[in-house]
């Protein structure tokens, strides 16, 4: 047995986390009723306990998102959700809040999720010391960080692979709250990071206008799998519990075929669950919802742009360009075909997001299309809706089997079955029957085998029925529904057979790696700071979301940084050219809102505050 690697899925509902483990996730991450980072994808603990047992049939596991933070008149009702969830079989739980470290909670293993702020070494050793089981890092962590935080650490370690970037530092960010009172630490985000602002310097120049300098697009780190496994990283995940199930079977996919490759590369390494994916579509990240795709700070600071000024849509596959106009028909120069009814989107002369659909594809480069208003030769084309694959996606027909035999014999007036799986989990039974001899063998034995070896909807391949020389007549249908029981049993023998970790949390007095916490630190009830204090934490403020005085409080922390994007940084080579007379400080603007940027060279980040 080699190291296991984890492939984790998002999931709103019920359904998509069946389909995220059909299609290969060895885990899914899903939020409950309450207390989940996005409030609006919650799910009772009745679904949730649906969608455990289908996991653990292929022993893949089920975490439950209570990832936001606190305030004293949830706690109680915090801490009986946590063990509704305990009952309802789930594998783990998802916290950002310390204060759920102080309550009597079920022996189940926790996960500090990315809210907790995983970016500093000293912390993520706190956690662990603390007694998490397992450390969602920062997005914004490179591969050369995480080798040295691995190599300093003996926590689970779990890394988003895919999916939409929060442009700040998570768990750290307060502008929502700040402009809309809509709290990203209460699950319910204004995602003011895609609004359009102006950039403006100190004397009012107004170096970029409405463009959407916050909107990071979107992660996809496909190509380094293998990277990211050797360097210790044990669970890959892909964000995304607001997106449809469309899109999480394309990209929970394409990951499955990634990691299958590199497991099948390297001896020592195990998937985490049990079964085998035949998919009935070609994965492809780029033909699902995306705004871009970058690796984000995966390489380090890198010389291209992380964000797409020019809107936060989806804009999706590069097609090619406009080579001729005629009116509402167009020529597109082009490797790649095109389907009736495809939503294709450019950017405008004016850097503004056009779209259109494809009324008919004629031949030959030319499409006719519903309007051609801005469309002008020689712009990039991309889609956005990908008609035909979405067919695929919607017709699916991927299936997720384990492999198994089964094996019969004839004894005292009775058939004996035996069905076993490819993991060495086996059923009996032994049915007793009238013996009539068959009046032709070979014709009989073949009929039997033929179905014997049916698996119909269960989880199971039956790959090879192992039958004696002597055969007796036997109705077709007696067999299939002794079959059937047996492919039940099973099947209920794996879900049994799941083992979850129990483990009894201990508080203890490591001490924690600051005696301040600001308001960055999230303390919103007694029990958080009861927490803090017992780690050393002397001086400790409220949180934004319960203090009363908000002014001058830092909103945001990024590495994504506008003076670099600008050109003017004094550290990286710039990639674009610098705008003439610039004064700093420099603003940002939308609607009535102003915000002051900090540029900290030191430490390579950004900082927002109101301004």
Known sequence: MGRKVELLAPA???????????????????????????????????????????????????????????????????????WRLYEAGVDALIIQDMGMLEMDLPPL????????????????????QVGLQRVVLARELSLMQMEEIRKNTNVELEYFVAGALCVCLSG????????????????????????????????????????????????????????????????????????????????????????????????????????????????????????????????????????????????????GKVSEIRKKRVKITSDLPFHNGDGLCFIS????????????????????LSNTHDLQVGMEIFRN??????????????????????????????????????????????????????????????????????????????????????IPFLPNGQVNAWRRDLLEALTEARVQAHQRPVVEFSPNETPFPSKKLDHHGNVTNQLARQFYERHGVQNIEEGFEVRADKENLRLMTTRHCLQYQIGMCHIHENFTKAPEGVKFPLFLEQGENRFRLRFDCKNCVMKIEKA
């Open 385 to 470: 809706h990908d008609q035909e694959f979405t067919k695929q996606l919607n017709g699916d027909k991927t299936q997720r089997k384990i492999g198994a035999e089964l094996q019969v014999s004839f004894s005292n007036g009775a058939i004996n079955l035996c069905l076993k799986d490819d993991y060495g989990y086996q059923v009996t039974a032994r049915h007793a029957f009238e013996w009539e001899a068959a009046k032709n063998v070979q014709r009989a034995k073949a009929n039997l085998e033929k179905s014997l070896k049916k698996s119909g909807d269960s989880i199971f391949d039956i790959q090879q029925v192992i039958l004696p020389e002597e």
């Open 172 to 319: 750290q960010c307060y502008m929502s709250n700040a402009i809309g009172k809509r709290s990203a630490n209460r699950g319910a985000c204004g995602q003011p990071c895609r609004l359009p602002y102006d950039l403006v310097d100190a004397n009012g120049m107004r170096i970029a206008e409405q463009k959407h300098l916050l909107s990071l697009k979107d992660l996809n780190l496909s190509d380094h799998v293998e990277d990211l496994v050797l360097a210790g990283v044990d669970s890959l995940k892909i964000e995304g519990r607001l997106k449809d199930e469309t899109y999480v079977k394309n990209v929970v996919g394409n990951f499955r075929k990634k990691l299958d490759a590199v497991l099948d590369k390297h001896g020592d390494l195990d998937p985490l669950s049990h079964g085998k994916v035949s998919t009935s579509f070609e994965p492809d990240p780029e033909r699902t919802f995306n705004r871009g795709y970058s690796t984000y700070f995966f390489e380090g600071r890198k010389q291209e742009s992380i964000i797409n000024e020019a809107t936060p849509k989806a804009m999706g596959k590069k097609m």
């Open 12 to 82: 709103k509902n019920i359904e998509v986390g069946k389909a995220a483990i059909r299609h290969g996730a060895d885990a899914v991450y899903i939020g409950a009723d309450q207390f989940g980072a996005r409030a609006a994808v919650g799910n009772s603990v009745a679904d949730i306990e649906q969608l455990v047992k289908y996991a653990h049939q292929y022993h893949a596991q089920i975490f439950v998102t209570m990832n936001t933070i606190l305030y004293d008149e949830e706690l109680e009702a915090a801490r009986q959700q946590a």
């Open 109 to 128: 293993p926790l996960h500090a999720s990315t809210q907790t702020h995983n970016y500093e070494l000293s912390k993520i050793q706190f956690l662990e």
């Open 349 to 368: 002369e004016k850097g503004q997001l056009g779209g259109m659909k494809v009324e008919v594809v004629e031949g030959d480069g030319w499409l006719t």
